[in-house]
Every structure is written in C-alpha cells, then in structure tokens.
C-alpha cells in the first residue's frame, strides 16, 4: 500500500539488551488540516526523533524501548481526528512485537492530543503531552488509570499554554492523575532549553516504567510533586532550570 495511506512505525532507537519492559512512542506535531503526509525530513517530525536519540541510550539501559511513529497525514482534519487512529495502530503493533509491556505516550504540538486523545489504548500507563495542542472541547475520559503529565513553554505562539493550562483543569475536576510543568522563556520547537525537555520526557517513563531499583533521573522529583500538589499548584509547577522550581 501506499505511503500515504499508512502511517509508519520507525525501528527502535536503540536495542533494549536482553528482555524489553516497556516502551515509550513518539508522536510528531502537524496542521490543524492536511491530508499531505509529514516530511520525514522536516521539523515537527525530526524534532521528536532529537529527542528520541536524546533519552534512547539511557532508557535502552533500563530495558525500555524507544520508538517513533510517523503518521498518514499532516493534520487533525476536523472529526476525522486522522493522528487518533494512527496512534492506536502503532500501540498494537508493539504488542504483538513486545507483548503485554506497559506503555508510555508521548507527543508534541498536534502529536500531544493523539496520544491524549488515545490514552485508553491496550496497555498505555503514562501520556506526556509537550506543548500540546488541546482545544477546549477535548474530552478526559479515555484518561481514566492513567498518568497524564503536560509541559508547556512559557513563549508558545503556536499552541496555548492556557487551553493546557484549562485541560489540565478540567481533567483533574473529573478525578484524573494530572499534573503540568511550565517552562519559562521556550517555545513551541522545544528547542530552547531542549536539555530540559529531553530531562522530562526521561524523568516521565522511567517513572511510569522503570524498575523501582533504578535511581530516579532528574526531574522525577519536580514531576511527582507536581502531581502530589493540589490544583492550581500541581498544574503550573514552574521549572526555571537544573531542577529549580519556581514557588
């Protein structure tokens, strides 16, 4: 079939030696409307697999398996939700590669709502949402028994700190496990302070997946305070830089 009618799952970043425990994918940002398919090599999708080299080593170490996905189309296209699906597809693929492993969702920009919007996928324990697009109708059902963390850059043009900000919100008023990080002075590449983004999307899974015998990465201290607070505060933890938080 044709590229452009399938979305497509890349090979692990690096191999998990020995049996695999969990797995995290990556989702590329996009347009609101688009039935072009992504660029494999252009920003949204390239940016994801920065940081998947960034914490693949490291996470490969603890027998997680990173991964990246590309999905069939640019854009959201109204209520064909297109990424949602895709999404759902490459969860089953590593099943049927993996087993039943836990998993950990993780997206940028457009990417940030698939993965929420398809939380509820077989085996999914965990959704990191980086500058997430999240539209004030999104619905928080599908998050029910699982860990969703936002993150946000203080400089966003491009999607709204404050609809995350109300999402956040709103998913917690309906009995969620949320919390949220604010990044002052990045935008919505995350390639200013990229280290920290990198640091959040490690601390997350290894929280989500790793062994409890694993010493914790930095910025898993910032992340489970951040869901120990209660709202607002949980929801707008302010990380200034190497693990200072804002108070």
């Not at 347009?31 to 398919?37: A, D, G, L, M, V």
């Amino acid at each position: 079939m044709s590229r452009e009618i399938e979305p497509r799952l890349d090979p692990p970043v690096r191999p998990v030696p020995g049996v695999v425990a969990g797995v995290v994918l990556l989702t590329h940002g996009g347009k609101e409307r688009s039935h072009q398919p992504p660029r494999l090599r252009g920003g949204p999708v390239q940016r994801v697999r920065m940081i998947a080299r960034a914490v693949g080593p490291r996470l490969a170490g603890q027998g997680i398996a990173v991964h990246t996905m590309s999905f069939r189309y640019q854009g959201w296209n109204g209520d064909e939700r297109a990424p949602v699906p895709d999404v759902r597809w490459a969860v089953e693929v590593l099943g049927r590669r993996y087993g039943e492993v836990p998993v950990v969702l993780a997206g940028h920009s457009l990417g940030g709502r698939a993965v929420v919007n398809a939380a509820d996928a077989p085996g999914v324990v965990g959704v990191l949402g980086l500058a997430p697009w999240l539209p004030a109708d999104e619905p928080t059902a599908q998050l029910a028994g699982r860990r969703l963390l936002l993150a946000h850059g203080t400089k966003d043009r491009v999607t709204s700190p404050r609809s995350s900000f109300a999402f956040a919100v709103r998913a917690r008023a309906d009995g969620h496990r949320v919390a949220r990080i604010v990044l002052p002075g990045s935008g919505h590449t995350l390639l200013a302070r990229a280290r920290d983004w990198n640091r959040l999307v490690l601390a997350f899974t290894s929280t989500c997946l790793a062994d409890a015998a694993v010493p914790s990465p930095r910025y898993a201290d910032v992340i489970a305070d951040a869901f120990r607070a209660d709202a607002p505060d949980g929801l707008q933890r302010v990380l200034i830089s190497d693990g200072r938080v804002r108070t």
